[in-house]
Nanobody
């Protein structure tokens, strides 16, 4: 059974950092990524990483503050978020697919349940 389980969300103040982690089980994936969804908005791409972990891609507005990484030995993918802003408040979802990196939500086959990140001003 394939499972993606996110952890690490919470409430932080503006300017602080959070590290999200996603534990995958059930199979070996290709690309893995993070998306986020704020209330009343669409699910937006945050970052993705290749199967080998050798290449990353970020949403343009987030590059430089967020860093994605993966540990294939542990089957985990992390998202380090720095200098958080109130507009980063959202539910963050881990996603996985068998092929190459993609940036649109419908291109991912497997999803976690999401973890809430709230940034207070």
């Amino acid at each position: 059974q394939v499972q993606l389980v996110e952890s690490g969300g919470g409430l932080v103040q503006t300017g602080n950092s959070l590290r999200l982690s996603c534990a995958a089980s059930g199979r070996t994936f290709g690309a893995m990524g993070w998306f986020r969804q704020a209330p009343g908005k669409e699910r937006d791409f945050v970052a993705a990483i290749t199967g080998t972990g050798g290449d990353e891609i970020y949403a343009v507005t987030l590059k430089g503050r967020f860093t994605i990484s993966r540990d294939n030995a542990k089957n985990t993918v992390d998202l380090q978020m720095n200098s958080l802003k109130p507009e980063d408040t959202a539910v963050y979802y881990c996603a996985a697919r068998m092929g190459i990196v993609k940036t649109r939500a419908f291109e991912y086959d497997y999803w976690g349940q999401g973890t809430q990140v709230t940034v207070s001003s």
